[in-house]
């Protein structure tokens, strides 16, 4: 009796530590999905967000959303919007381009959030007069590297590596 215990007890610890490593790697590897670009008032065309894996390890995406953070009726900078439900995988070093139907983005100022499928936030680009970054017609807010949390305004790259601009550019 004490050894189909021990057996029992051993091999429930063994479940617990393995689902535990299971969770802990999915988090690991879910807080490599960002927030590329943000394009909210395009000269012509569609404003759009863009995701991007900077991590090495393909990632389930299924049951993460992204969100638009703003009411400007009020000038706050917290209603909750549900701007895309995500479903499949990110490679390594992919983007996605994800279009809106209609124009969306609040262009004096907005939040968008990236949440995993657990709703805890991923990341998040926050412009205008949700953020510290002041949005500029024709050009998108973003990472000037994927791999930073600095955010810039940069030339649409939709689907590509970001391209910061001189100032003299702008």
Same mark, same amino acid.
């Given at each position: 009796?004490?050894?189909?215990?021990?057996?029992?007890?051993?091999?429930?610890? *063994?479940?617990?530590?393995?689902?535990?490593?299971?969770?802990?790697?999915?988090? /690991?590897?879910?807080?490599?999905?960002?927030?590329?670009?943000?394009?909210?008032?395009? *000269?012509?065309?569609?404003?759009? #967000?863009?995701?991007?894996?900077?991590?090495?390890?393909? /990632?389930?995406?299924?049951?993460?959303?992204?969100?638009? /953070?703003?009411?400007?009726?009020? +000038?706050?900078?917290?209603?909750?919007?549900?701007?895309?439900?995500?479903?499949?995988?990110?490679?390594?070093?992919? *983007? =996605?381009?994800?279009?809106?139907?209609?124009?969306?983005?609040?262009?004096?100022?907005?939040?968008?959030?990236?949440?995993?499928?657990?709703?805890?936030?991923?990341?998040?680009?926050?412009?205008?007069?949700? +953020?510290?970054? #002041?949005?500029?017609?024709?050009?998108?807010?973003?990472?000037?590297?994927?791999? /930073?949390?600095?955010?810039? =305004?940069?030339?649409?790259?939709? +689907?590509?590596?970001?391209?910061?601009?001189?100032?003299?550019?702008?």
């Amino acid at each position: 009796n004490k050894k189909v215990l021990f057996l029992l007890f051993s091999l429930m610890f *063994w479940f617990q530590i393995r689902m535990l490593y299971i969770a802990k790697s999915e988090e /690991v590897s879910s807080t490599l999905i960002v927030i590329s670009e943000v394009y909210p008032d395009p *000269w012509s065309g569609r404003e759009y #967000v863009e995701i991007y894996n900077k991590g090495d390890k393909t /990632v389930d995406i299924t049951g993460f959303t992204i969100y638009d /953070v703003s009411s400007p009726d009020v +000038g706050s900078c917290d209603k909750q919007t549900i701007l895309f439900s995500l479903h499949g995988e990110i490679l390594p070093n992919q *983007w =996605i381009l994800l279009p809106l139907s209609s124009s969306r983005l609040n262009n004096n100022g907005d939040r968008v959030i990236l949440k995993d499928n657990n709703e805890f936030i991923l990341d998040e680009i926050s412009y205008g007069v949700c +953020g510290t970054i #002041v949005n500029k017609k024709g050009y998108t807010i973003g990472r000037k590297d994927e791999s /930073v949390s600095d955010l810039s =305004i940069l030339s649409p790259t939709p +689907g590509g590596k970001n391209y910061l601009l001189d100032i003299a550019e702008i």
